[in-house]
């Protein structure tokens, strides 16, 4: 096939990490280094590690139910794709902590269900790589990363659906996609046997 998109692995990473640094730096840039700034910062690091996830969490079912170029590039560069997330989400932690020091709010003492995800996303991160990953197990990276993507679908979702009442027209996309997400997981495979 001509044609063919060769951008992927690291070049994700880098210009995924550029994108973001620059739309954070921007955010504070132009509005300050305050409260409302990190908190615009906030739910734009949120948004945007949720794509992240969706296209890492989708990958392998989609890739399985329709396979095609553009899943089997998903496929291709799932472990890229997380590393992007939790980038994104290393972001995400700075404008938290900006809000902490600037006031008295605690996001982290506050908030159980996403202190214990950013466990799982710096553990996931950690056994990405080969050396940490061989150390672990085949069984034990699948089971952790397994667990740890089903937590963060579960995170992502509870974070999306409670904000709902704040705007529909921002979190319903996100909470409907999450959905479809999980769903599509769960599809059996169409080449699969019945019992």
Known sequence: MTGKLRFGQWQIVRCVTIFIATVFGFILSTNGINEASFRIAIRFTARSSCILFLLAFT????????????????????????????????????????????????????????????????????????????????????????????????SFTFSFAKRLSESWLIYAPFVILLILAIVLRLLPSKHKKPA
Do not use: C
Not at 59 to 81: G, M, V
Not at 95 to 124: K, P, Q
């Open 59 to 154: 990958a392998s079912s989609l890739h399985r139910l329709a396979p095609s170029y553009t899943s089997n590039w998903l496929l291709q560069n799932r472990r890229y794709l997380g590393l992007s997330m939790a980038i994104s989400h290393g972001f995400h932690a700075v404008a938290i902590a900006g809000v902490a020091v600037l006031t008295s709010e605690n996001m982290v003492r506050d908030n159980h269900l996403a202190n214990l995800g950013y466990i799982f996303i710096i553990v996931m991160t950690i056994t990405s790589f080969k050396r940490p990953a061989a150390l672990l197990g085949k069984r034990n990276w699948r089971i952790l990363h397994t667990l740890g993507m089903y937590y963060l679908w579960l």
